[in-house]
Each structure stands twice: as C-alpha cells, then as structure tokens.
C-alpha cells in the first residue's frame, strides 16, 4: 500500500486523532511476531553491507548508530547527527570508543546556519526543528534552543570519504527539507539506499499534508524504487 497517497491523508488524520490508529497499529504489533519497527530495522540490516558509509541522521541516543556500526564493520563508517546537546552527550557515551563512527552535533536540514529545536516536555525528547509556529505556542514545549544546520550536500563535500551508501532519516517531521538538503547526494550512484520513518501528523500540523507524495516523488526522480515496510516507514533503493 502507497501510504503516502494523498486520498488515505485525511482518513489517516482522522484515524489518529480519535486514536484509532494507534489502536490498530498496537493490535498489528501483537497479532505479528515483528512489529513495524522491528520490520524496518531488519529491511535496513539487510541492505547494508561491510564497508559502507551510513548516515544516521536523526541518531537520537545512538541505538542504531551503535548497530550500524557493527554491520559495516572496521571497514565502513558511520556518521551520527544529532543537534541535541543533552541527547548528543548521551549518543558519545554510548557509541564510545568505536572508531568506525563520526559523531556530529548538528542537525541537517535544506540550508546552511541555525535553527531553532523545540523539545517536548512530555517526550524529553525532540519535539521539531526550524522554526514551526504550530510548535511555538504548544504548551508541551518545554524548551528552545538554537541549534547548528547544514545541508547534507555541504557535509559530503567537507567530507568526501564520507559520502554515503545509506542513509536513515527520522527528524520528526522534516524529512522533506534533508532530501532538499541532499540534492546532490540524491543524484550520486554511489547512494544505494534511504531509510525513513516518516511522521505524518507533524505534516498535516504544519499545514503541508502533501508532503509524503512529495518525498516519494522527490526519491523517484533521482531512480529509487520506494516500498513502504508500514505505516509509517519509508524505504528508497537502486
């Protein structure tokens, strides 16, 4: 199924917010062995290889980073992005010593310079990046602070023996402006594949519901095939 569709965006947000979707993907979860993100962990573990280059964007406290770097081995290499200074400590005490993973204190986005990341006071965790006036005045929001932001392609020509194989994405709901922020990259034979959890009420709060057909069609254009591994979860390759 094509959950980016845009006749399944409306009954989808509808779903949500009488908590019937959750309900149904709590069901799903226990009526399957695997749930969706089980799913999704073990589509991306597939595609990568020894010696790839991953891109964890998003790496939050670094539990797949810490994986990824294990899959590609000493040969490859990991880059973790994490804009949060207080979940960024974390992720360096988690990943350690590894050698095999570069730890960025930045988020990436579709320009170079600051932004500003709303944490949620429910979550403690990130709310959202750049400036979002339906964030703003969310009185969940427990704190604000400016944060460094850089297009991908401005990190891949800094560091060319870091351009990536694969690329995991899960920014709450600013996954469209990373692509843009990626357009060359995106462009590149050397990407093979893309991973993306992709938040659609974070969307449709932002005015833009559209945007999931957006990034699927943003991902087409540049020769990936697109699979949905469920609800929520994005997976581009070639």
């Given amino acids: 199924m094509d959950y980016s569709h845009p006749l399944l965006q409306y009954p989808r947000y509808l ?5 019937l979707l959750g309900l149904l993907e709590r069901t799903s979860k226990k009526a399957f062995s695997d749930g969706y993100e089980e799913r999704f962990a073990q589509i991306m ?29 000493k040969s490859g290499h990991v ?16 990943i350690g010593v590894r050698t095999n993973v ?36 969310n009185p969940q929001v427990k704190s604000v602070s400016q944060v460094r932001v850089m297009k991908g ?10 351009a990536p194989n694969r690329i995991k994405i899960d920014v709450e709901g600013f996954e469209y402006e990373v692509l843009l922020g990626l357009s060359e ?35 087409k254009a540049h020769k990936f095939q697109t699979k949905w591994a469920g609800p929520c979860h994005l997976v581009a390759s070639r």
């Avoid at 570069?102 to 932004?115: C, F, I, K, P």
């Avoid at 392609?153 to 870091?162: E, F, N, Q, S």
Wanted: hydrophobic residues 40%; contains cysteine.
């Fill in 102 to 137: 570069q730890l960025e204190n930045s988020a990436l986005g579709n320009s170079d310079g600051t932004a500003e990341l709303y944490v949620s006071a429910a979550q403690g965790c990130d709310f959202d990046i750049l400036q979002l006036a339906v964030v703003k005045d």
């Fill in 15 to 19: 779903a949500r917010k009488s908590g």
């Fill in 185 to 219: 990259t995106l462009k590149s034979s050397q990407l093979l594949s893309v991973f993306m959890e992709v938040h659609f009420t974070f969307f449709r709060e932002r005015g833009v519901p559209d945007t999931p057909a957006k990034i699927v069609a943003l991902l």
């Fill in 153 to 162: 392609d401005t990190y891949r020509h800094a560091r060319p023996g870091l």
């Fill in 45 to 73: 573990f597939d595609h990568i290889r020894p010696g790839d280059v991953v891109w964890d964007v998003g790496a939050n406290h670094g539990y797949y980073a810490s994986r990824f770097a294990d899959a590609v081995g």
């Fill in 79 to 94: 880059v973790a992005f994490e804009p949060h200074k207080a979940i960024f400590e974390s992720l360096t005490n988690v």
